[in-house]
């Protein structure tokens, strides 16, 4: 076996390492081949992280299958040394050994930081068309991405095909074509890139949802093979190319306030002033339209049913909520609650009751506290939030009451509680009296923050103009009957003025410990306090620790965390509930994603669309170990001969 060193990299933190459970005897992994003749390429990794005393010697032999293949090495301090098998290995008498022993003179025990062992596959599939492939590597490279499952052959094997590709796959000997490319929600930015039109055999594109500008290219109506093109919700500018409205061609541009189609628009000045008119006068047939219907509608009675008119409720508030959703009269609340019979929650806002309209679908109420100083300011807020605002991720709202001082919002019923019920260990209990399960398991919590990072993302990116909820919090993700997460209490969210702003000033407002100390310090609101936010909700998840805790040496959570991180302590960070159940890379991951989200600048860090992409490669990567766990009867045996109680030693 020929090993040869790749590479040797400088630290940014301390490592974990294993060391023997024997201080004395050999480091041993070993396995049973599935198959006689397999073979194996080894990736070692070695990193000296204790400090060692003036008469200490780390020093070993890494030996393959019985024969020294690295001799007498000793680790860099701080200093990660890779080693890999220059080509594949096969295992001597049905068994494969890795073992590091050490040499007469040390006095301390072999260590291993990492060892990564990949198996050779076979494939009778031809690789992936080269022009493909240097197409698909050109737009990786031209917008940055980073994706786990973004190695190898893009197309093979099939069932390790890169995220977001479909591939055309005919014959064995033909080598298969990309046929579809979806980076919807990846944060791109710049223009679409050149590199597209090299996908000659393209049928869909989905660039949507993403943060691109400039112009639509016309190589797109060049590719004749396109079916589909999603260029919704980015800032797309100039005219959509003629040849792009062709029949057979599913062209999607919404959500580009500047991109014009073909004659809405027009570069020619003469025109503008004529345009002006006829939009000067239709506005102010507009005005006076709606001045005589809002005086018509004044004279009559609203209706219990449909919404009309929100009284105000002090004399210098006044507002008109429109909207198809029922509106309630009091009795009606009264009634659907059973007189308010069952609470089930409680806040400044005031009480929730467990209710059922129509005999059949279980409702939350949320009622208006008459000592609640800010109570008519939010429920307007929540009121009109929610009107407009539709999607799987959002909690839905039924209907509201706007009876004299009677104040209630009457929302879907999230029979499993809030996140922090879950993560509290605390039994839910519903109407019914049964019992939900509190979440363990770091899948069911990678999953659950997705959907909350889908919840905000939609209101950054799919609400024009955007909208900041100013209040994420574990309390305020609830779980339905099926535990999928929707973001809930929109009593504070702010809309952004349109015109591209980032921030807005505003008077701060949201819950100590999530709050994000460059909006409170200026009061400038953005996106990005909600990442902040989000990323408390993040480290509350991975710690499953108090946001603030006065008993820590680091009241505040992010501080914590920080703070054990250059410790080098991770024991202490990760919720011991998890019981190491879980794909470390992706915990890992995870922490990282949520330090850079409660990064003391908002330029540094993430939005919400990053932040999503990050956990879907994550929760990719915990469900393929799950599945890897579940064939594991049918898996070649691997024993390692270490003290798995040593994990992590530190990092």
């Known amino acids: 076996m020929i090993t040869i060193m790749l590479h040797q990299k400088r630290l940014l933190q301390p490592p974990t390492a294993a060391i023997p459970s024997n201080l004395s005897a050999p480091l041993t992994v070993s396995w049973t081949p599935e198959k006689h003749g397999d073979q194996y ?26 024969a020294v293949t690295v001799e007498a090495f000793v680790p860099s301090k701080l200093l990660i040394d890779t080693f890999m098998n220059k080509s594949p290995e096969t295992c001597d008498g049905g068994k494969c050994s890795y073992q590091l022993i050490k040499t007469s003179k040390s006095t301390l025990p072999p260590l291993l930081n990492a060892l990564e062992i990949y198996a050779v596959i076979q494939f009778a599939q031809s690789e992936t068309d080269e022009n493909d492939v240097v197409a698909i590597k050109d737009i990786e490279t031209a917008y940055g991405l980073s994706r786990i499952k973004w190695q190898g052959d893009p197309c093979v094997p099939q069932m390790y095909a890169w995220d977001g590709l479909n591939c055309s796959y005919t014959a064995i000997s033909t080598p298969p074509r990309i046929t579809s490319l979806n980076l919807s929600s990846s944060g791109l930015t710049g223009t679409i890139a050149a590199a597209i039109q090299n996908l000659t055999l393209l049928q869909k594109l989905d660039l949507s949802n993403n943060k691109l500008t400039g112009v639509v290219p016309e190589f797109l109506a060049q590719m004749t093979s396109l079916v589909i093109i999603n260029l919704r919700g980015n800032d797309l500018t100039g005219h959509v190319p003629q040849a792009l409205q062709r029949n057979g061609l599913e062209l999607l541009v919404e959500g580009n306030p500047r991109l014009c189609l073909s004659g809405s628009c027009t570069k020619d000045s003469k025109k503008k002033f004529p345009l ?10 507009i005005i006076v339209i709606v001045l005589v219907l809002v005086f018509v509608l004044k004279k009559k009675k609203p209706s219990s049913v449909e919404a009309a008119q929100l009284p105000p409720i002090t004399p210098n508030i006044k507002s008109s909520i429109e909207t198809k959703k029922r509106r309630f009269t009091y009795s009606e609340v009264m009634k659907m609650t ?23 679908e279980q409702v939350a109420v949320k009622l208006l506290s008459q000592s609640s100083s800010q109570g008519y300011k939010h429920f307007k807020a929540e009121v009109v939030l929610l009107l407009r605002v539709h999607y799987t991720n959002l909690v839905n709202l039924a209907g509201y009451c706007d009876e004299g001082d009677h104040l209630a919002l009457i929302y879907e019923f999230m029979p499993n509680g809030d996140l922090k019920q879950h993560l509290s260990g605390s039994k839910v209990i519903n109407h019914s009296g049964k019992r939900g399960e509190s979440i363990f398991k770091w899948g069911s919590r990678l999953q659950i923050a997705l ?54 000033s505003t008077v701060v407002a949201g819950t100590p410990g999530y709050l994000d100390p460059e909006y409170y310090h200026t009061s400038r609101l953005g996106e990005k306090s909600d990442v902040y936010s989000f990323g408390i909700v993040l ?113």
């Open 41 to 66: 390429y080894l990736y070692s990794h070695f990193a000296e992280i204790q400090d060692l005393h003036a008469n200490d010697t780390r020093e070993f032999d890494v030996l393959w299958n019985g």
């Open 451 to 504: 959907e909350a990072t889908l919840g905000l993302e939609y209101l950054h990116v799919g609400c024009t103009p955007p909208i900041v909820h100013r209040d994420i919090k574990t309390t305020n993700i609830l779980l339905d009957q099926q535990l999928k997460a929707k973001i809930a209490d929109f009593g504070l969210s702010r809309s952004f003025p349109v015109g591209g702003e980032t921030h807005v």
């Open 539 to 651: 480290l509350e998840m991975i710690t499953n620790q108090p946001v603030i805790d006065q008993s820590r040496e680091r009241s505040h959570i992010a501080q914590w965390v920080g703070f054990e991180l250059n410790r080098g302590d991770i024991t202490r960070i990760i919720d011991p509930n998890l019981h190491r159940d879980y794909e470390s890379r992706s915990v890992w991951r995870v922490l990282e994603l949520a330090m850079s989200c409660v990064n003391p600048s908002s330029l540094n860090r993430p939005n919400m669309s990053q932040v999503a992409n990050e956990l879907k490669e994550c929760l990719a990567s915990e469900k393929s170990r799950r599945n890897m766990n579940m064939d594991s009867q049918s898996s070649p045996e691997v024993s390692i001969s270490f003290d798995t109680g040593m994990f992590p030693r530190a990092r």
């Open 338 to 360: 059973n007189n308010f019979q069952t609470v089930v929650g409680e806040g400044g806002f005031g009480v929730v009751c467990h209710g059922t309209l129509n005999d059949s």
């Open 276 to 285: 002006i008119i006829v939009a000067s006068v239709a506005s102010v047939a």
